[in-house]
């Protein structure tokens, strides 16, 4: 009964192709964000959705797009990977506007870029 | 200067002890403050949030300073599940969430 769940575990694919990682959370809550940990284990924002509309877009390449077609689901699509996009994806989820709670976070994404 | 940051350690102890670090913002309007801890190779999870009274929940206590914008995080008697990396986690504005690199410890047997 995983609360915020996403897929793929793992993604291993080729420079300049496209992927998709999908993420749902079953807690009811309104904010649901994207986070990029690299190599060096450094945890950075990407996005955050509320109720579907985007709050926080830090500086990301417009190469990754959020979609949030309900407040349950927050998906990644990346165009045109790179190798330096390796990283672990984190989803989350929390109640209230951004950063305010608690926030949920899936088990994560390991992305490998050939 | 970053806007959060910790002391990355590792920090060695050995079971039983006390450990203390601290995470320094730079940003004086930083509203909300958390201790979140990762286990390898997993999610980051909630320990504790830290209010401007300090709060403890059993062996963890945090504590803000405003004044000299750092928040701290003591371990006492410490076990060795408690193995694990420390993040910080700081937000203002309803938009701005970072969180530090994160303080690895290692409890000692």
């Known amino acids: 009964d995983t609360a915020v769940s996403q897929t793929p575990k793992y993604l291993v694919t080729q420079m300049g192709n496209d992927k998709s990682i999908k993420c749902e959370q079953n807690?009811?809550?309104?904010?649901m964000y994207w986070y990029k940990q690299d190599s060096k284990k450094f945890l950075k924002i990407m996005f955050s959705y509320n109720n579907k509309e985007l709050i926080i877009n830090e500086t990301v390449p417009n190469r990754f797009s959020p979609k949030s077609p309900d407040k349950a689901h927050l998906n990644l699509h990346i165009n045109s990977l790179e190798l330096g996009d390796s990283a672990v994806y984190f989803c989350?989820?929390?109640?209230?506007?951004?950063?305010?709670?608690?926030?949920?976070f899936g088990p994560g994404t390991r992305l490998t870029v050939l | 200067r970053k806007e959060v940051e910790q002391d990355p350690g590792p920090f060695n102890v050995p079971e039983g002890a006390t450990v203390a670090f601290n995470c320094t913002y730079s940003?004086?309007?930083?509203?909300?403050f958390f201790w979140y801890r990762q286990d390898c190779r997993k999610e980051p999870k909630l320990l504790m949030s830290v209010y401007s009274s300090g709060n403890e929940d059993g062996r963890f206590t945090a504590q803000l300073n405003r004044a000299s914008q750092y928040i701290s995080l003591l371990i006492r008697d410490s076990k060795l599940s408690d193995s694990a990396t420390y993040l910080c986690?700081?937000?203002?504005?309803?938009?701005?969430?970072?969180f530090g690199k994160g303080t690895r410890l290692h409890i000692l047997p």
């Open positions: 940003n004086s309007a930083s509203q909300s």
């Open positions: 807690l009811g809550h309104d904010t």
């Open positions: 989350a989820s929390s109640q209230g506007g951004s950063g305010i709670n608690e926030q949920f």
């Open positions: 986690v700081v937000t203002r504005g309803g938009d701005k969430i970072i």
